[in-house]
């Protein structure tokens, strides 16, 4: 999912991300699938690398637990940095896939 954000492939994107979730960023904003996409495309949101470190991932049948400390290298919305920050992240098995949700 990450590769896919810093490559700006919506198409592989649209097929990780149910449809439904909401984005919720370091800086408090919470935005739809499609208006986070929309950021991405047109290069608001223009990641450039993930470090992902300590991911721990619990299973419990269907659905998938992620967390981990990130640290995102990005050009977002004009501001320029690289920001760590944890993650929580929440994924469901649907026809033998994985996809992700909050």
Known sequence: MQ????????????????????F???SGVVQT??????DIKSGRL????????NAKVVVE???AFLSARVTLTANA???FG???????ARFVKI????????
Request: hydrophobic share 30%; proline share 2%; with cysteine.
């Open 61 to 63: 049948g269907n659905e």
């Open 24 to 26: 919720r960023h370091v």
């Open 77 to 79: 919305y004009g501001a």
């Open 46 to 53: 223009d990641y450039q690398k993930y470090t992902i470190e």
């Open 33 to 38: 699938k499609s208006e986070y996409f929309s």
């Open 95 to 102: 026809d033998g896939v994985w996809r992700y949700t909050n």
């Open 3 to 22: 590769q896919a954000m810093c490559d700006k492939d919506i198409s592989a994107l649209d097929e990780i991300v149910l449809d439904g979730t909401v």
């Open 82 to 88: 690289s920001w760590p920050f944890n993650v929580k």
